[in-house]
């Protein structure tokens, strides 16, 4: 059986942490800030885990980066 490619999109937005949980970006943070709440920038800084439903999904996208 041929080794499964990684998605390169998914390879370059998603870390795992050592207990194998998904870390990412928060959404919305790309560009248009002038538009947005100083709450909402401040809440978004950092990286934050991904819940248990979307982990199931970037784990398929990256086979071998557990």
Do not use: C, Q, W
């Not at 937005?13 to 100083?38: E, L, Q, W, Y």
């Amino acid at each position: 059986m041929p080794k499964m490619k990684t998605k390169s999109a998914a390879k370059k937005r998603f870390r795992f942490t050592a207990n194998g949980h998904v870390k990412a970006g928060p959404a919305g943070k790309r560009h248009g800030m002038i538009k947005r709440s100083n709450d909402f920038i401040r809440d978004s800084r950092g990286t934050m885990l991904l819940s248990k439903a979307d982990e199931k999904i970037v784990k398929v996208y990256m086979p071998y980066d557990r």
